[in-house]
């Protein structure tokens, strides 16, 4: 199983909007609804941001938002802000009953 | 509140076997809505899934192409706790082990992350 394809990073200045995209397969992404975000600050453990494509936990802000449309998804951050800067990864489930995350995006706030 | 709390050595020999526990509090690993998964981090790999373990009326497995041959992921009922068992290692499995709890597809909570390196 590949991971899935993220752009290595992306950038935007305080109060900016920034998509990240997330590529995968229709053995993964184009046929699951099992796509969920994860926000990783150094040295931590990832925290969820999004799961089952669009649906937020409690607690994470309203500034963040996912979709997908055929094998590509993508998570929104709306209004940028400095403690939004850290890695961020997808991930989803596959028809092969496992699990494959994507390749991570480095968000820079300017 | 669900907290994960992993067990185990740093540094494991070549050929050995890397051995993590990863305890529950907060939730059953029993519980028939979750699964328990063990995942890894490192450098030149990113975050790979490895397998998990969960239950639905009876225990059931499922694990990544490419650890299948080596790997075992165990619950213990007894001591509420989940486990890997990753055999005949090389330092390519050196990484940043992590176990984390999935529901609706998604990974809401994690343990702290074990790094193991492994060299001799």
């Known amino acids: 199983q590949s991971a899935l394809t993220q752009p290595p990073s992306v950038s935007g200045s305080p109060g900016q909007s920034v998509t990240i995209s997330c590529t995968g397969t229709?053995?993964?992404?184009?046929?699951?609804?099992?796509v969920s975000w994860y926000h990783q600050p150094p040295g931590t453990a990832p925290k969820l941001m999004i799961y089952?494509?669009?649906n937020r936990p409690s607690g994470v802000p309203d500034r963040f938002s996912g979709s997908k449309s055929g094998n590509t998804a993508s998570l929104t951050i709306s209004g940028l802000q400095a403690e939004d800067e850290a890695d961020y990864y997808c991930?989803?489930?596959?028809?092969?009953?496992?699990?494959?995350f994507g390749t991570g995006t480095k968000v820079t706030v300017l | 509140q669900v907290q994960l709390q992993q067990l185990g050595p740093g540094l494991v020999k070549p050929s050995q076997t890397l051995s993590l526990t990863c305890a529950i509090s907060?939730?059953?690993?029993?519980?028939?809505?979750?699964?328990w998964h063990w995942i890894r981090q490192s450098p030149s790999r990113g975050l790979e899934w490895l397998g998990r373990?969960?239950?639905?009326?009876?225990?059931?497995?499922d694990y990544a192409v490419s650890v299948k041959s080596r790997i075992s992921i165990n619950p213990d009922t007894s001591k509420n706790q989940f486990s890997l068992q990753l055999n005949s290692v090389t330092p390519e499995d050196t990484a940043v082990y992590y176990c984390?709890?999935?529901?609706?597809?998604?990974?809401?909570?994690w343990g702290q992350g074990t790094l193991v390196t492994v060299s001799s």
């Open positions: 229709s053995s993964d992404i184009g046929n699951s609804n099992r």
């Open positions: 991930c989803s489930y596959t028809d092969s009953i496992t699990y494959v």
């Open positions: 373990t969960y239950y639905r009326s009876k225990w059931n497995n």
């Open positions: 907060g939730d059953s690993v029993s519980s028939d809505s979750v699964g």
């Open positions: 089952e494509v669009s």
């Open positions: 984390a709890r999935n529901t609706n597809g998604a990974y809401g909570y």
